[in-house]
């Protein structure tokens, strides 16, 4: 019984330290220099996305609308069409875990449990956004308005791809 306990474990730790080496090797995705969270908050429509286990319900119609509150904490809004249909929305709160640039978020739609929100890139009027998260297990591509110019998605694949996302997971997501 020692022996298979002894060995989960050593294998379990060398799981640990190959995840490890590999968040060492490729690095952190990085953020963008600054975010002007009053210029942020409004209304973003998804155009496309990584899938996720909390949208797989989502046939369409993805929207997300950030609010800033008077405590510094921001109200986030997210809503989508079901394949019948129907609206639905999730009502959660974000905060900056980063202060020198406002880049990093951590939000939960369920306390005490926070995923990440980085910024990774933003257009230069806050038109487009590019998000994912630190193990880069997310990505979310969003526009001010419900399509995108080829030209910009393009754009900001490549910067994903640069930054270590697997860009082939992205699927594009049905506006009205």
């Given at each position: 019984?020692?022996?298979?306990?002894?060995?989960?474990l050593?294998?379990?730790?060398t799981?640990?330290?190959?995840?490890?080496?590999?968040?060492?090797?490729?690095?952190k995705?990085?953020?963008?220099?600054?975010?002007?969270?009053?210029?942020?908050?409004?209304?973003?429509?998804?155009?496309?996305?990584?899938?996720?286990k909390f949208?797989?319900?989502?046939?369409?119609?993805?929207?997300?609308?950030?609010?800033?509150?008077?405590?510094?904490?921001?109200?986030?809004?997210?809503?989508?069409?079901?394949?019948?249909?129907?609206?639905?929305?999730?009502?959660?709160?974000?905060k900056?875990?980063?202060?020198?640039?406002?880049?990093?978020?951590?939000?939960?739609?369920?306390?005490?449990?926070y995923?990440?929100?980085?910024?990774?890139?933003?257009?230069?009027?806050?038109?487009?956004?590019?998000?994912?998260?630190?193990?880069?297990?997310?990505?979310?591509?969003?526009?001010?308005?419900?399509?995108m110019?080829?030209?910009?998605?393009?754009?900001?694949?490549?910067?994903?791809?640069?930054?270590?996302?697997?860009?082939?997971?992205?699927?594009?997501?049905?506006?009205p």
């Amino acid at each position: 019984m020692f022996r298979v306990v002894a060995i989960i474990l050593i294998v379990a730790a060398t799981a640990v330290v190959g995840i490890s080496k590999d968040d060492k090797k490729i690095g952190k995705p990085e953020v963008v220099s600054s975010v002007d969270l009053s210029r942020y908050a409004g209304r973003w429509y998804e155009i496309a996305r990584f899938p996720n286990k909390f949208q797989k319900k989502c046939a369409g119609g993805v929207a997300a609308t950030y609010e800033l509150r008077k405590d510094g904490k921001i109200k986030v809004i997210n809503e989508c069409r079901k394949p019948s249909g129907e609206m639905t929305r999730a009502t959660g709160t974000a905060k900056v875990a980063d202060k020198a640039t406002n880049a990093k978020l951590k939000v939960t739609f369920f306390w005490p449990f926070y995923g990440d929100y980085w910024i990774l890139d933003l257009g230069p009027n806050y038109e487009y956004a590019l998000v994912g998260d630190s193990k880069r297990k997310y990505l979310w591509i969003l526009s001010r308005t419900q399509e995108m110019s080829n030209e910009v998605y393009e754009q900001l694949i490549a910067k994903a791809k640069q930054q270590g996302f697997d860009v082939g997971r992205m699927v594009r997501t049905q506006q009205p």
